[in-house]
């Protein structure tokens, strides 16, 4: 079982920072992926930022440089700093990570960027 808590989501003014963390109960080194997702109300969930195993990542264009994903061993956490935010960067943000094959999602947090 893998479970997977996110914390860090709030309101934010757009030009701000704001910075997400993710809690597995594995350690995040043996995922061979976690990522960080977005919904937007009415919109499909989208991939804003992903790292694997070997530490490589990939970030949505929308994101690149603005947003900074790592992996915390000691705490076994998932970060996503989020800065320069925008009011489309409002979504629920949901942690996600492949263990063994298998897809594991959080329960999500909200960021909100007023304008």
């Known amino acids: 079982q893998v479970q997977l808590v996110e914390s860090g989501g709030g309101l934010v003014q757009a030009g701000g920072s704001l910075g997400l963390s993710c809690a597995a109960s594995?350690?995040?080194?043996?995922?061979?992926?976690m990522a960080w997702y977005r919904q937007a109300p009415g919109k499909q969930r989208e991939l804003v930022a992903r790292?694997?195993?070997?530490?490589?990542?990939n970030y949505a264009d929308s994101v690149k440089g603005r947003f900074a994903i790592s992996r915390d061993s000691a705490r076994d956490t998932v970060s996503l700093q989020m800065s320069s935010l925008k009011p489309e960067d409002t979504a629920v943000y949901y942690c996600?990570?492949?263990?063994?094959?298998?897809?594991?999602w959080g329960q999500g947090t909200q960021v909100t960027v007023s304008s």
């Open positions: 594995r350690s995040v080194f043996s995922f061979r992926t």
């Open positions: 996600n990570g492949n263990w063994r094959g298998y897809e594991y």
């Open positions: 790292v694997d195993i070997a530490g490589r990542t």
